[in-house]
């Protein structure tokens, strides 16, 4: 099997301050627990290119794009100034091409798989993207590099049928509001509820399988979900390609958020994912990083998600 991984040094100049919990650090736990399990060697490193404008206009507005653009600070000596587009989401000098990484990684990626060069991919990127808006940034993302990809293997691919798990502890309502009523596309989820930002629990079409559950949740629980609600989903939508929003901000020691998810709990999701991209999309998967940050709990995840998507575990 082939598995990539996609990054770019650019991804790692984006930052939002010091105090902020979405920080540069985040890729380099990564970088250093794939180098520690020995699996780094094993997988194909490719450089993120630039997303073209047109995948990302597919999905955010004119508006959306021109107000990170134009409001990226100019690169000063002291490389400290921000501009807040939200309370907690601000751009600093790297931020537009952060951006145009992250959604180019997953891009590339679904290009590359479709392709054949690769079985799946996963994308070592930020800024995250599964909260931003079609009209707007927000929740520490600026594109929304899964929606963009989705609509990119559909648009210029001619898929007919795709699939995006979210396992994100936050609900994904970027992605849920450029595909609600959209047929083509389901989208399967559990999100903390109540719990920023404070969306997804209503009914947003059926083709949005995203269920709330509370604080304290564990993977028992969760594994019940994805066998009783994705996977009969799924498996009725009999999807070309399966992307996945990987967050791992619902693990035990995440602070951001208060489920109970460990390792091999990903590591399972992602082996039955895995089985729905065999029998219907032949293997095809793109993953995305979204949330996650207690950096080792990060790493750790990473490791197990990867290592299955690999076929090492
Ligand atoms: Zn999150």
């Known amino acids: 099997m082939t598995t990539a991984i996609y990054t770019h040094p650019d991804c790692k100049r ?109 994308c070592a990127i930020r800024p995250p993207g599964h909260h931003a808006r079609p009209s707007e940034a927000m929740g520490f993302c600026l594109f929304g590099n899964v929606a963009i990809a989705a609509k990119h293997a559909m648009e210029v691919h001619g898929l007919q049928r795709v699939a995006i798990v979210d396992f994100d502890v936050h609900h994904g309502n970027g992605t849920e509001e450029a595909f609600s009523g959209d047929s083509r596309v389901l989208m399967v989820s559990f999100f903390q509820h109540p719990f920023y930002p404070y969306s997804g629990a209503g009914h947003h079409g059926d083709n949005m399988v995203n269920i709330p559950v509370p604080a304290f949740t564990k993977g028992d629980e969760i594994r019940e979900i994805v066998t009783g609600k994705w996977l009969p989903a799924l498996h009725a939508h009999r999807p070309e390609m399966i992307f996945i929003s990987a967050g791992f901000d619902a693990h035990r020691e995440d602070d951001l958020g208060q489920m109970g998810l460990v390792e091999e709990d990903y590591a399972w999701i992602t082996q039955q994912i895995m089985m729905v991209a065999k029998e219907h999309a032949k293997g095809r998967i793109v993953s995305c990083l979204e949330g996650g940050y207690n950096l080792s709990a990060l790493g750790r995840s990473v490791v197990a998600h990867m290592k299955v998507l690999a076929g090492l575990d």
């Open 14 to 122: 984006h930052e939002m301050g010091s105090w902020h919990p979405e920080c540069p650090e985040r890729l380099q736990a990564i970088e250093d627990q794939l180098i520690a399990s020995r699996i780094d060697m094993l997988l194909e490193h490719r450089d993120a290119p630039e997303a073209d404008m047109a995948d990302i206009a597919r999905v955010h507005t004119e508006d959306a794009i021109a107000r990170v653009r134009e409001n990226v600070p100019a690169l000063d000596e002291s490389h400290s100034g921000y501009y807040p587009l939200d309370a907690d989401t601000m751009l600093n000098a790297y931020s537009w091409k952060a951006a145009l990484r992250a959604a180019g990684a997953a891009v590339a990626a679904t290009d590359a798989v479709i392709a054949g060069e690769l079985d799946n991919a996963f």
